[in-house]
Structure formats: C-alpha cells, structure tokens
T-cell receptor, first 110, second 117 residues
C-alpha cells in the first residue's frame, strides 16, 4: 500500500524560510506532488517531482530523493498569505489515484 | 489554467434525504474526474474515479449504492449522496485532469460543504 508522513504543523515568521518534509512508501513510484489548500478552499497544485533533485518555481521549491523515499517543499520569503495546509501526494498504480498525506498546517506570523 | 466548478458550495439537508453535487470542467473536456472527501483538518480521501460513459471505480470501503456517481458528459460529473445521515457531513471535492495538460496535475473544484441534520 501507500503511506506518507509529514509534520502536522509548522510555524514561521514573515520573510523566513520553511521546509516541509515528506517521507513516503509506495509500490510503484510515479512521482511526488505538492498541493496547497487554504481553509475552506480548493487544493491547488504547487509542484511535481518525478526525478531526483530540486525543482524551483518562484518562491517555492520542491526536492526529491527516490533512494530515500523522501521529498520536501521549501518556501522562501514567507508571506502571510502562505498560511495554509500543504499536502504531499503520490500516485498509486498509475496517474488515476492520488494518495495524499495528512497535511502540514503552516502558520506564518508577523 | 484549467477551471473546475462545483455546485452547490454549501448544502444542508435532513437525515434520510438525498443530495446531488455537480462538478464541471469549464474550459476543457475531462474524460476522468475524481471525487474526494475531506473531514475538518484532515486529508483528502479519494472516494471514486468517474469515467465518462462508464461506471465509476470506487475505492475500498466506499459504498457505491450510497454515493452514486454519474459522468454523463465530458464536462459534468455528479455525486449523489443517498439517504444521507449526519456522519455523511463532510467537505466533498471533485477534481479533473486536463487531457491537454500534464498527466500528473489535477485541477480541483472549490468543494461542497454538506451538513446533514
């Protein structure tokens, strides 16, 4: 089966850098995705890593190490609007089934 | 980017009644849509995969007779919660994959908050 572990909560101040880790177990790896969800809102796609290494998109970066079954989401220059839940997710048995981690609630303070 | 809408955004119904939730892809045709359920401060759990023109594929533990899914067109999938009970109260979210986009990216609707009294 599939399972993902990520911290439940992270707190940081505006302008800081925060890293959200995710470890996973899956049979058949199709890549690690990250989604952001504000309270009561829709999850929005942030990034996808299929190969080892770092992917950078503006203030957000995502890293993957397939040998360690580990990835992280790096958020730089934090802003208040970044306060949200962040989910890592893996596909199971192809791209039709996305399994989400429990989510990490990020609180950004002034 | 691709847009997915849901209707209604909130619904309150009495125990024993049925509720239908619509999920539409607004600017693309989605052969596959997905239905998730999310309890407060918890993760999204995939309920079923909806395929246009064929029966939905339900995840283990999801009652297909209780959660009826219909994907009658390439832009519309519906989820009907039949004989709803208070424990069905949850946030229901649909998503879709744009065939012209990245295989790994799903576009999510804004969700429907269902409260069963």
């Amino acid at each position: 089966g599939q399972s993902l572990e990520q911290p439940s909560e992270v707190t940081a101040v505006e302008g800081a850098i925060v890293q959200i880790n995710c470890t996973y177990q899956t049979s058949g790896f199709y890549g690690l995705s990250w989604y952001q969800q504000h309270d009561g809102g829709a999850p929005t796609f942030l990034s996808y890593n299929a190969l080892d290494g770092l992917e950078e998109t503006g203030r957000f970066s995502s890293f993957l190490s397939r040998s360690d079954s580990y990835g992280y989401l790096l958020l730089q220059e934090l802003q208040m609007k970044d306060s949200a839940s962040y989910f890592c997710a893996v596909f199971s048995g192809g791209y039709n089934k996305l399994i989400f981690g429990a989510g990490t609630r990020l609180a950004v303070h002034p | 980017g691709a847009v997915v809408s849901q209707h209604p955004s909130r619904v309150i119904c009495k125990s024993g009644t049925s509720v239908k939730i619509e999920c539409r892809s607004l600017d693309f045709q989605a052969t596959t849509m997905f239905w998730y359920r999310q309890f407060p401060k918890q993760s999204l759990m995939l309920m079923a995969t909806s395929n246009e023109g064929s029966k939905a594929t339900y995840e283990q533990g999801v009652e297909k007779d209780k959660f009826l899914i219909n994907h009658a067109s390439l832009t519309l999938s519906t989820l009907t919660v039949t004989s709803a009970h208070p424990e069905d109260s949850s946030f229901y979210i649909c998503s879709a994959r744009d065939p012209g986009g990245q295989t790994y990216e799903q576009y999510f609707g804004p969700g429907t908050r269902l409260t069963v009294t």
